[in-house]
C-alpha cells in the first residue's frame, strides 16, 4: 500500500510547477543498446518513451512480473518477492533548463561518489544521482524487523553493484 502511494505521490508531483531539464543528447549507438536476449515486453513496452536511462538490478531483468510505471521524465519498477518488494525509480524534473555546453551540466552528467544508504519506516534505499538524474532502489518487507533483507544493508548493496541500464538514453 505504501508503495502504491508513493508512485502516486511522484506521479502529482510531476505535474506541480517544476521544469523538466530539456538536454539535447546526441544519437545513441543501438548496437551497444541491444540486450543478447530480448527484456520482456512489460518492461520494454512499459519504458518505451522514457527519456532518461533506465537502472535495474541484472537479476531482475527478465523478471516478467515486474510492475513498470513511466513517462518521459520519469520510471519507477517494482518487483515482487515473497515477503519483499524491490522498486527502482528515477526522477529527472528539475527547475531550470541548461545547455548541454554549461559546465554545470557536465558536473551534474557523472556519476554521484555519493550514494545514501538509508533505512526509514522499515524500508531501506540508496539514493544516488546518474546521468543528471535522481535515482532510488529501495526494499520495502512484509516483516521489517525479522527480515534480514530489511534489517541489514548487505541485500540492497548487492543489489545496487549490479545495476544495469536497460532502455531509455544517457
Given at each position: 500500500?505504501?508503495l502504491?502511494l ?10 506541480a510547477?517544476s521544469?523538466?531539464?530539456d538536454?539535447?543528447?546526441?544519437k ?9 536476449t ?5 518492461l520494454?513496452?512499459?519504458?518505451k518513451n522514457?527519456?532518461?536511462p ?8 527478465y523478471?516478467?512480473k515486474?510492475?513498470v510505471?513511466a ?5 519507477t ?7 519483499a ?7 529527472r ?11 554545470d ?5 557523472k556519476?554521484?561518489p ?8 522499515g ?22 524487523k ?5 534489517k541489514?544493508e ?6 545496487y553493484?549490479k545495476?544495469i541500464?536497460?532502455g531509455?538514453?544517457?
Amino acid at each position: 500500500m505504501r508503495l502504491l502511494l508513493t508512485t502516486l505521490f511522484l506521479l502529482s508531483s510531476l505535474n506541480a510547477d517544476s521544469g523538466i531539464l530539456d538536454i539535447k543528447w546526441p544519437k545513441p549507438n543501438l548496437q551497444q543498446q541491444k540486450p543478447s536476449t530480448p527484456y520482456p515486453t512489460v518492461l520494454t513496452k512499459g519504458i518505451k518513451n522514457t527519456k532518461l536511462p533506465i537502472y535495474i538490478p541484472s537479476s531482475f531483468a527478465y523478471d516478467e512480473k515486474m510492475v513498470v510505471v513511466a513517462d518521459k521524465n520519469f520510471y519507477t519498477i517494482s518487483f515482487l518477492l515473497q515477503g519483499a518488494t524491490v522498486m527502482v525509480s528515477g526522477d529527472r524534473t528539475f527547475q531550470q533548463s541548461i545547455s548541454t555546453s554549461n559546465s554545470d551540466f557536465q558536473k551534474m552528467m557523472k556519476p554521484s561518489p555519493t550514494i545514501e544508504f538509508m533505512e526509514e519506516e522499515g524500508m531501506r534505499s540508496a539514493n544516488f544521482n546518474r546521468h543528471g538524474v535522481n535515482y532510488e532502489l529501495s526494499i520495502e518487507c512484509d516483516k521489517p524487523k525479522e527480515d534480514a533483507r530489511c534489517k541489514e544493508e548487505d541485500f540492497l548493496r548487492k543489489l545496487y553493484s549490479k545495476l544495469i541500464m536497460v532502455g531509455g538514453r544517457p
